[in-house]
């Protein structure tokens, strides 16, 4: 490392929501148990981050997009009135993105029962104006969009530059940059290196796809964030912080000419894990070390980090305990707050009661039996399944969604044996598809995917998601 130049504090996807909208009743609990943020208690969970960091040593704070729920205007007033309070004690620089403009046009407030889609929204083109004091009336440039929603430069101290900037529309339909918004960005990355500036960014949404992603996404959503990423890298902007995904992870891509990009995409601050970066600015790269919000008081209440995992994981646990105890209501529930219908669930649940029932019981060593008794005693190491034979099913699936969701915190070695039994059941599908030569190409590819993200899930990847330092 060489000279530190400056500290800072990053967050991303707060997703404030005002209590106003109700946060009790039976139209509520269904939205927010399928939600692995909160949201009743978002002013819980941010003001509890902003004080930490207030005590750390960060000179200023970036907040990387996704403001409000879902553009209430009453969620932004009380979130800014919330960011001016701060901005006593440190500079605030902030992005907004598609939840802050409601994208898609279905705003929501509950009563009891009921949801109500009368709520007052900011539109995109108000958003700069907005939070002008938090960014855009400090800024050394600025461009904005089609939307007349606004990408900034500011100089937080002298040898920095940080590029805030919007992508939530390249004005093609897809999230990016026209041609003119990134020949601004190039102009400005220019003008930066003239002034000897170090330079790095945000911007909300990921670049990088885990393989899991891939295999939702598609081929071309991939496409369309490489060719982002190299064209970052090949105008030597080295560091690029995001939101969105609500995933903790740093990637590392390398372009064809050799330059580097890194992306640390940081999960949100209103769900587990509840991440902080504190950022330590070098003239030659970022080193990152993440914490996280271990508690929190809501309304007079106290609560843990843990209890945002629960939440986190609560829409599959609590479908799977539902029937387990069968309390038929509360599984009607939870998947009526998925999207289906009171009639549809009902059907469902004659056929799963059973299912859920036996998978809340089964153990790695009866899943191990029957997928070896499948496949002739080549899925499952035995050797491994014996070794953790007493582990529920169910606590590896819901470990799994957790280490997505923090970056791997907690971690197996390649060769363990949880790392085997994991990768190699992961593995399986795609294995009985090319057994039976199935031809179907999207088949193969998504589940080629789904092998592939096991390593990723068990060890983090090849860099610590959570510290690293991201050379320039």
């Known amino acids: 490392m060489d000279k ?5 504090a990053l967050i991303a996807d707060p997703h404030y929501y005002s209590e106003k909208l109700g946060n009790t009743g039976k139209a509520y609990e269904r939205r927010a148990g399928s939600d692995q943020k909160m949201l009743a208690q978002s002013r819980g969970t941010i003001l509890a981050a902003l004080e930490l960091i207030k005590n750390s040593d960060a000179k200023f704070l970036l907040i990387a997009g996704d403001l409000s729920n879902d553009g209430e205007r009453v969620s932004h007033e009380e979130m800014r009135e919330i960011l001016y309070e701060f901005k006593k004690i440190m500079p605030v620089y902030v992005i907004t993105a598609t939840h802050d403009w409601c ?19 900011i539109p995109p083109e108000e958003l700069a104006e907005f939070y002008k004091d938090f960014g855009v009336s400090d800024a050394v440039s600025t461009f904005y969009t089609h939307q007349n929603k606004v990408s900034y430069v500011v100089r937080p101290c002298d040898g920095v530059s940080i590029f805030c900037l919007d992508d939530d529309q390249d004005g093609y339909g897809s999230s990016g940059y026209s041609d003119e918004h990134f020949n601004w960005i190039a102009e400005q990355v220019n003008e930066a290196k003239k002034r000897g500036d170090v330079v790095f960014g945000m911007q909300h949404h990921h670049l990088f796809l885990t393989e899991l992603q891939r295999a939702i996404n598609g081929k071309g959503s991939v496409d369309h964030r490489i060719n982002q990423c190299t064209k970052f890298a090949n ?13 903790q992870s740093i990637r590392k891509f390398v372009a064809e000419s050799g330059k580097h990009f890194y992306e640390i995409n940081a999960g949100s601050i209103s769900g587990y894990p509840a991440p902080i970066l504190y950022c330590d600015v070098y003239n030659d790269g970022i080193d990152i ?11 007079g209440k106290e609560y843990t980090n843990d209890f945002l995992k629960n939440h986190a994981t609560a829409l599959f646990s609590d479908i799977i305990k539902s029937a387990a105890i069968n309390e038929k209501d509360k599984f009607l529930a939870v998947i009526e707050a998925i999207g289906l219908g009171a009639e549809k669930a009902s059907k469902i649940w004659i056929v799963a009661k059973p299912v859920l029932k036996w998978l809340d019981k089964l153990t790695v060593k009866k899943a191990a039996r029957i997928m070896n008794f499948i496949t002739f005693g ?3 190491d035995k050797k491994a399944a014996k070794e953790i034979a007493d582990v529920k099913v169910t606590d590896m699936v819901f470990g799994a969604f957790c280490s997505i969701l923090d970056g791997s915190l907690i971690k197996h070695e390649e060769g363990s044996a949880y790392y085997t039994v994991f990768t190699q059941a992961l593995a399986l599908p795609l294995k009985i598809v090319k ?23 068990m060890t983090g990847g090849p860099l610590d998601n959570n510290n690293w330092f991201c050379e320039f």
């Open 4 to 8: 530190l130049i400056t500290k800072f």
């Open 103 to 121: 994208c898609d046009g279905n705003p929501r407030r509950y009563e009891g029962d009921k949801i109500y889609h009368d709520v007052e929204t």
């Open 235 to 247: 105008i030597d902007f080295p560091v690029m912080f995001t939101g969105h995904s609500h995933m």
């Open 289 to 299: 070390k993440t914490e996280h919000t271990e508690k929190f008081t809501h309304n």
């Open 378 to 380: 080549k899925a499952i």
């Open 435 to 457: 057994k039976l030569r199935i031809k179907n190409g999207g088949l193969i590819r998504t589940l080629t995917h789904i092998k592939d993200a096991a390593h990723e899930i």
